[in-house]
T-cell receptor
C-alpha cells in the first residue's frame, strides 16, 4: 500500500483566517514533505521532516507553519495568507532521505483558494 | 548542481502511436531518477524509478524508461498510447547529500488524439 491521504480536498479561506491542512501515511515512512504547486508548474518543495524533525525549510514565509505530531501525521498550519498563496498543496512521504529510500509517494493534494 | 531538462512542454500523439517523452539530467554523482504522472486535479503518481540496478526500467501502465549514462538521458516510452494516458508527466532526479530533495523538470503535457 503506497497511500498518502490529505484533507481537506478543497479549502477556501480569507486572508485573516487560520486553517490547517492534514496529511497522513501508514507505510512506516520516516520522511514527510510539503510541496506547493501552481498550475502547469512542477511542485516546489516547502518543508522536509525526517524522523519527526524539521530538516529542510526552503525559506517559506512564516505564515506557513508545519507540524509533525508523530511519524504518520503531518500538518500545515495556515495564517494570514495572501491570494498568491492559492495553489495545490501536496504532501509526500518516503522511507528515508538517502539512496533508494528517497522514492517519494504523493497524496492527492489540497486545492487552496485564498480570497 | 543537479538539474533536469524535459524537452518539449507539449507532446501530441494519436491513440495507438508510440509515446516518447524526453528527459535529460545533469548530475555529478550517479543519480536516482524518477518519472511521475499527474492527472488533472490529482497528486503525482510514481510511474517508475531508476536506482542503479537495471538500466531498462519497467513501470506501471505499460511505460518504461531506459537510463543512458553516455547520453545523460532517461526517456519515457510506451509502445501504444491510450486516451487515458493524457496527463502531465514530470521527470525528477534526487539531489545528492541524502536530503530527500527532488529536482523536477518543467513537465510535459501529453495529449492523445483519437
Amino acid at each position: 500500500d503506497t497511500e498518502v491521504t490529505q484533507t481537506p480536498k478543497h479549502l477556501v479561506m480569507g486572508m485573516t483566517n487560520k486553517k490547517s491542512l492534514k496529511c497522513e501515511q501508514h507505510m512506516g515512512h520516516r520522511a514527510m514533505y510539503w510541496y506547493k504547486q501552481k498550475a502547469k508548474k512542477p511542485p516546489e518543495l516547502m518543508f522536509v521532516y525526517s524522523y519527526e524533525k524539521l530538516s529542510i525549510n526552503e525559506s517559506v514565509p512564516s505564515r506557513f507553519s508545519p507540524e509533525c505530531p508523530n511519524s504518520s501525521l503531518l500538518n500545515l498550519h495556515l495564517h494570514a495568507l495572501q491570494p498568491e498563496d492559492s495553489a495545490l498543496y501536496l504532501c509526500a512521504s518516503s522511507q528515508g532521505t538517502s539512496g533508494a529510500e528517497e522514492t517519494q509517494y504523493f497524496g492527492p493534494g489540497t486545492r487552496l483558494l485564498v480570497l | 548542481a543537479q538539474s533536469v531538462t524535459q524537452l518539449g512542454s507539449h507532446v501530441s500523439v494519436s491513440e495507438g502511436a508510440l509515446v516518447l517523452l524526453r528527459c535529460n539530467y545533469s548530475s555529478s554523482v550517479p543519480p536516482y531518477l524518477f518519472w511521475y504522472v499527474q492527472y488533472p486535479n490529482q497528486g503525482l503518481q510514481l510511474l517508475l524509478k531508476y536506482t542503479s540496478a537495471a538500466t531498462l526500467v519497467k513501470g506501471i501502465n505499460g511505460f518504461e524508461a531506459e537510463f543512458k549514462k553516455s547520453e545523460t538521458s532517461f526517456h519515457l516510452t510506451k509502445p501504444s498510447a491510450h486516451m487515458s494516458d493524457a496527463a502531465e508527466y514530470f521527470c525528477a532526479v534526487s539531489r545528492s547529500g541524502n536530503t530527500g530533495k527532488l529536482i523536477f523538470g518543467q513537465g510535459t503535457t501529453l495529449q492523445v488524439k483519437p
